[in-house]
T-cell receptor
């Protein structure tokens, strides 16, 4: 079945550091891929998405490229801020109703 | 346009009691999804409903759990005779239509604690 694997946290970085959170997936067909962010005490917000191979999703300085050859969708940001501290979820939608989530990566940014 | 609303935000129940979780989708959305997040885990799909119909309940435990989305009013996730293992955050999402390209909008969640 479809699944998502993402790097375990927590990840701790200093402000202005470069961020990468790895995500790989297993799916039949051509899924859509997503990154969601969950701030403390809140629900999930869609951060960015890509719907086909080689698409790049971007938002708020975050980017991720849909790589079909490596079945990956790594999240990157060139310079993180304290306000980026949150839990980040990689996810996919494979054509049915449900979204399949990774376990989440907790990110701490130190001032 | 108000987002997805869930209440209560926090719910405490003793073992054996019933828990009722409510979800009001975004205005105009007729597709509702329930997900469960166990501690330190990702969200797991439970059930997908349209108005008055359960479309996919493949993620719902076979016993004690039920969901409905009546013609009028919020969607309800009901857990009967709760056990400690039911302690989790329960998230509702809604969408305007359905399909893998359609964004699901998530509510803030209900955190259920079973004593």
């Amino acid at each position: 079945g479809n699944s998502v694997t993402q790097m375990e946290g927590p990840v701790t970085l200093s402000e202005e550091a470069f961020l990468t959170i790895n995500c790989t997936y297993t799916a039949t067909g051509y899924p859509s891929l997503f990154w969601y962010v969950q701030y403390p005490g809140e629900g999930l917000q869609l951060l960015l998405k890509a719907t086909k191979a080689d698409d790049k999703g971007s938002n708020k300085g975050f980017e991720a490229t849909y790589r079909k050859e490596t079945t990956s969708f790594h999240l990157e940001k060139g310079s993180v801020q304290v306000s980026d501290s949150a839990v980040y979820f990689c996810a996919l939608s494979g054509g049915d109703d449900k979204i399949i989530f990774g376990k989440g990566t907790r990110l701490h940014i130190l001032p | 346009n108000a987002g997805v609303m869930q209440n209560p935000r926090h719910l405490v129940r003793r073992r054996g009691q019933e828990a009722r979780l409510r979800c009001s989708p975004m205005k105009g959305h007729s597709h509702v999804y329930w997900y469960r997040q166990l501690p330190e885990e990702g969200l797991k799909f439970m059930v997908y409903l349209q108005k008055e119909n359960i479309i996919d309940e493949s993620g719902m435990p076979k016993e004690r759990f039920s969901a409905e989305f009546p013609k009028e009013g919020p969607s309800i996730l009901r857990i009967q005779q709760v056990v400690r293992g039911d302690s989790a955050a329960y998230f509702c999402a809604s969408s305007l239509t359905t399909g893998q390209l359609v964004e699901q909008f998530f509510g803030p969640g209900t955190r259920l604690t079973v004593l």
